[in-house]
């Protein structure tokens, strides 16, 4: 029986074994019919039965070929509204982009600054994941439900919407700027109850690998939410190479780099670069500079 191979796939394929003695057969004799002819013959016999599932037996599983997207920096939306300056990753408010309008169920990606005393004033949410994660500054946090909290550079803030949440953001400080990037998620289930949740993560903080922020889980470490998505950050020395492996099956992972600059294999990303990669489970990422990285790996359901 003869064996070969087809890529990430062996097939052992008894077929064959009468496709060697056919050209065994043609060679010898000097029929009318052309070698050529002879040839396609027998591989259009061998693709019908590999077509109808006979005469094989896969051996190995066919693996998908990663894909990626990149979102370059430069190539984000922007608004500056003089209070608020802000880079959306996917389309936001008065910037569309229709190829860009999510990566999976990762929905928002806003890099905001807003100016000293200034925010956002109360306004509505409705059946979405909101992660907030201070870069410098002070922001304060109010809402419907009662909750008035500050979160500053270290720490995470989530905001399940559910059935439906009010809430404010300002910047603390009159005389500096806060920075924080916004994130929405779509939710695994529709109209929960509302809920808010906020961890410090100095604690969890390690050097040169990364570390977990949130998850699906309440038991796991961070925060939860309503979704099968795990967030990371790792802050990186130069020439530093640390591995991440997805979670679950059918998952991708957006890159985000907050500072610095890093390499995925032959892509090199700078600072406020984005990554999308899909059909893979693991990723390999080297610090070519002092870098600092945020993770979210998140379902690729179609939304």
């Known amino acids: ?24 057969i043609i060679r010898e004799t000097k029929k009318s019919l052309s070698f050529v002819i002879n040839l396609k013959i027998i591989i259009l016999l061998i693709l019908d039965q590999w077509k109808f599932g006979n005469g094989f037996l896969i051996l190995g599983k066919q693996k998908n070929i990663m894909k990626t997207i990149l979102h370059t920096a430069e190539s984000r ?29 990762l929905r928002v990606l806003n ?8 925010g956002f004033g109360q306004h509505p949410h409705k059946n979405m994941e909101i992660i907030s994660i201070p870069l410098k500054g002070d922001l304060e946090h109010k809402d419907s439900m009662g909750n008035t909290t500050v979160i500053k550079e ?14 404010s953001e300002y910047n603390k400080n009159k005389n500096e700027e806060v920075k924080f990037l916004q994130i929405w998620v779509f939710p695994k289930t529709q109209n929960i109850t509302p809920r808010y949740d906020q961890i410090s993560t100095r604690d969890l903080a390690t050097k ?9 889980e309440k038991t796991e470490q961070g925060v939860w ?21 997805l979670n679950k099956n059918g998952n991708g992972l957006y890159i985000f780099v907050l500072e610095g600059e890093v390499s995925i294999g032959d892509q090199a990303l700078k600072r406020r670069d984005g990554m999308g990669i899909w059909d893979t489970d693991q ?8 870098s600092k990285v945020l993770l979210m790996e998140v379902p690729m359901a179609q939304i």
């Open 1 to 24: 029986m003869h064996v070969f191979f087809v890529r990430n796939m062996t097939i052992s394929y008894p077929i064959l074994d009468t496709f060697y003695q056919y050209l065994s």
């Open 283 to 290: 990723i390999e990422l080297t610090a070519t500079a002092p």
């Open 77 to 105: 939306g922007h608004a500056d509204h003089g209070w608020l300056n802000s880079y959306h990753s996917f389309s936001f408010a008065n910037y569309h982009n229709p190829e860009r309008m999510n990566f999976g169920v």
């Open 225 to 245: 939410i309503h979704q099968d998505a795990w967030f990371s950050l790792g802050d990186f020395e130069t020439e530093n190479t640390s591995t991440y492996t």
């Open 208 to 216: 040169n690998s990364f570390y977990q922020i949130l998850s699906p």
């Open 154 to 167: 270290g720490d995470v803030q989530v905001m399940s919407a559910g059935t439906g949440v009010f809430h």
């Open 111 to 118: 890099d905001d600054t807003v100016s000293g005393g200034q």
